[in-house]
């Protein structure tokens, strides 16, 4: 079956780093995409990566392993505003998302 | 540049009510379009998905059923609404296969 893993719930502490880890099993993969969901709100892009590696964009970082059905999204020098959920999705071989159930991640001052 | 329109942003039916939802996309031309639900804490569900007018994936089988009149335009109906429809429904668009989904504000449905 097709399985995205991510933990629940996160909490870190403003100006500090945090590393959100996501594990996927897809039929086919097609890339993987991390979205920001602000309570109430709708997802709104962040990243996509399709090639193993890091791909930067200013404070938030991604990271790719295919071999390892592994990706992280790296969130440097965090702000309170940086409160949110992070949805992390893989795209199958059927151009499908398949979604995370997200992680909450709480930011303390 | 594109957007995305969906409303209402909030909906408070009864039980066994109909149900509109309506979603238009600006600045893009024959994008793919898609109804999400997302209940509270949890993952998006795909409900339906479309890649052109008049062609529409459903994903889940339910009460609900979809539509695309037009090349921009893609509505969410139900005939009778159930308590379990409750949610967060979410017009998403896409261009190109592996392209990013740009998602609507969303409409919060509460079924009383």
């Known amino acids: 079956g097709q399985n995205i893993d991510q933990p629940t719930e996160m909490t870190a502490t403003e100006g500090a780093i945090v590393q959100i880890n996501c594990t996927y099993q897809?039929?086919?993969?097609?890339?993987l995409f991390w979205y920001q969901q602000h309570a109430g709100e709708a997802p709104t892009f962040l990243s996509y990566n399709v090639l193993d590696g890091l791909e930067e964009k200013g404070r938030f970082s991604s990271f790719l392993s295919r071999s390892k059905g592994y990706s992280y999204l790296l969130l440097k020098e965090l702000q309170m505003k940086d409160s949110a959920s992070y949805l992390c999705a893989s795209m199958d071989s059927n151009y499908q998302l398949i979604w995370g159930a997200g992680t909450k991640l709480i930011i303390k001052p | 540049s594109q957007t995305i329109h969906q409303w209402p942003a909030t909906l408070v039916q009864p039980v066994g009510s109909p149900l509109s939802l309506e979603c238009t996309v600006e600045g893009t031309s024959n994008p793919n379009l898609y109804w999400y639900r997302q209940a509270a804490g949890r993952g998006l569900q795909l409900l339906f998905y479309s890649v052109g007018i008049g062609q529409i994936s459903s994903e889940v089988p339910q009460n609900l059923s979809a539509s695309r009149p037009q090349d921009r335009q893609f509505i969410l109906s139900s005939k009778k609404l159930l308590l379990s429809d409750s949610g967060f429904y979410l017009c998403?668009?896409?261009?190109?296969?592996?392209?990013?989904?740009?998602f609507g504000n969303g409409t919060r449905l509460t079924v009383t």
């Open positions: 897809t039929s086919g993969f097609n890339g």
């Open positions: 998403a668009w896409g261009t190109a296969e592996n392209s990013p989904l740009h």
